[in-house]
């Protein structure tokens, strides 16, 4: 957005050209357009920063959310331009530009192209320079806030109403945590209210709208209400077996739980598990993780689990010597105490290609630790098995400078060729997608791992597929609109169902369990204090996706951009899981299952973190049901 402000391109005399709008410099965003004549939008994108390590996606989604149209962006494509048509229509486009981005991208159509801009909330979502200029409304008795964060750019936001020229100023001050940031609240009333707001200062900004709409105009006569029709989901199920779907889990606490968690763990139901072991505690202590371990195992039923070995709390990676070698001895030991009883995955350091200063330092400590590990046959007899690199990200680089070298999948390239024999499973952690409509890329991701390792005979992956930690940010950088709210539950559904879709992956695990305040409230409950424990929204969502997750995964045709949905089964219980991401209401067409349905139930899981019966029709060998915005699925029913 250098410059929002509407640029004019006229011709000359008879043979001038329609005017242009142009928005510029946007990272994280949503723009909706609504034409009343032929046009056509057009996308040009530059480097931001490490473009060449990361390849992105950015979609147009028609009024219906059907999609209309996809551009995969190749990480040596840099720059480069894409355009669509747009037709005419009482709905809008919405052209996404899924955060975060490593381009900055230009947008232009024609001026009569009515133009919203969606901002991401705290995440930066945009370029600007100072005294850009955009417009808002305020409905008639809406209590509107206008909020703001500090990236290092733009300080201050200025809004002034365009009625009276009333006038408030947000200074946008730095925070120690990420997801802290400054609001103030709009005069309420009984009138329409339209604002200008000016963007103070140059550079990175993050602004946008509570208790209204938020969506921002480039001049008052396009501040139109945004509509959406319904839309058509096609489904058709196939009796054709993919493979098994991933065991969902957690990353679990590094120490012993007290019993008033259990509970909650109950709740969500882990099928596996990530650790730590750091070798700084088990030189000196080599038994110190035997307890919690046993616990995971025996009492909450745990036995596929990986463990990455860190140097401490503070130092992610690993060095050839001493220390080193006594942890993993210990973590070794421990293991074999568990009697046998499950997987356990070890991986040499936490994020190598993001914590080692290049690969070949990561491939001595990796050949080292590996030999440790094969040296005694009874490890493997106690169900270790070596998994690599667990990566920072798979695809793309990780945030580091000189991402290009150092993205995960090409490290795992190079150690699959030079110590294959060595490696049981490849495991890697997906963090930064936090757009919902740009969740397929987990399906992606996994279906270019297990190209890497390639297929057996029977058609599964030859090394075991591990995504052994996500969630929508890395690190402390996050918003409370995401971690806190509805939004995290619908993108760790679509997250399970991307990831589970072709029946490759073997583990799926979201980091992390519990909130570490105040920088880290990421986990899906939240610690109220020694002895009090609450499920947050993803925690219940996580309850009703574990109560549905079969054995399973059955191949299904699905036309649907904005639903996503895994068809499983386990025996002769068949069950669809599904997210509707889109706030319209989708009206869903099953074809494949016999009618009626043998114990058939429809279940819903909505904003209010409750599960729910919904009706459903069954006829002439078609199922179809209602589903509403931004709401969760189960389908269940016996095979006849």
Sequence with gaps: MKRLVLLLSLGFA????????????????????????????TVRWVPAWQADANEEHIYLVDGRGKLAGERLIAASETSGSQSWPLAPGAASYQLEIPG???????VEHDEHTVALFAPAKVHFSAETRDGDEMYFKVAPGEHAVLAGKFHGGVGALQAQRVGDNQQLLLALKPYRAY????????????REQVWRLRLRGSGKVAFWLDGTANLFAQNPQQLKPLREDDGQTRLTLHNEVLGPTPNLGVALPYVMPPPSSFAVLDALGPRAASYYSFVDITQGRPQYEDAFRRLYQDRF??????????????????????????GLDAWLASTRALGGKGIHYIGFADEPNLNYPDYADYQNIFNSMARQVRSDPANAKAGVRIAM????????GPFADNAADKRGIDWARRLLAESGDQIDALAWHEWMIRDLLATRVYRDSVRRAA????????GRPRKALLLDQTNMSSGSSLSPYDQETHFASMWWASVAINSAQDGLLEMLNWFQADDEKPYYPKGMFKVLDDDHFELKPVGMAQQFIQQHWLRDVMLLENDAFEVDVLAMATDLQRGLLGVNKGTRLQRIDLSGANCPLIKGSLRYFGADNRSRDAPFHCQDGRISFELPGETLFALSWIAS
């Excluded at 043979?15 to 939008?41: F, H, N």
Aim: charged residues 20%; proline residues 3%; hydrophobic residues 40%.
């Design 389 to 396: 690199p667990a990566s920072s990200r798979l695809v793309n």
């Design 14 to 41: 008879l043979e001038a050209q329609a005017a242009s709008m142009r928005w510029a410099d946007i990272r994280d965003g949503s723009l909706y357009l609504q034409a009343d004549r032929p046009d056509t939008v």
């Design 100 to 106: 975060y981005s490593f381009r900055r991208y230009k």
């Design 301 to 326: 039923g745990i036995t596929q689990d990986i463990t990455l070995l860190a140097g401490s709390q503070r130092v992610h990676d690993l060095r050839v010597g001493t220390m080193s070698n006594s």
């Design 451 to 458: 190209d890497l390792v390639g297929l057996d005979a029977n």
């Design 179 to 190: 997801w802290q940031f400054d609001q103030v609240a709009l005069p309420v009333s009984d």
